[in-house]
């Protein structure tokens, strides 16, 4: 008998830490979210070179881009 995937989804409304662990090579999400009605903190924890593979040469240029003009309205 085969099993249903579950899924999770939760709402970060407070994405506080971004992270890159120079030792591990992974990149951290921290974020508060409510699971069940109770408040929660969630951390995912991603190996960097996975994410990079899962995001497009383009999609990085666009966050570049994005950052760059963040940092000119500071």
């Not at 008998?1 to 921290?30: C, F, G, S």
């Not at 699971?35 to 999609?59: A, C, Q, R, T």
Request: aromatic share 6%; glycine share 2%.
């Amino acid at each position: 008998m085969k099993q249903k995937e579950k899924q999770l989804a939760l709402n970060l409304y407070d994405l506080h830490t971004v992270a890159l662990n120079e030792t591990d090579q992974d990149i951290l999400l921290v974020g508060n979210s409510y699971h069940n009605g109770e408040p929660i903190e969630l951390m995912v924890v991603l190996k960097d070179i996975d994410f990079l593979e899962f995001i497009s040469h383009h999609e990085i240029n666009r966050i570049k881009e994005n950052l760059k003009k963040r940092i000119d309205e500071l």
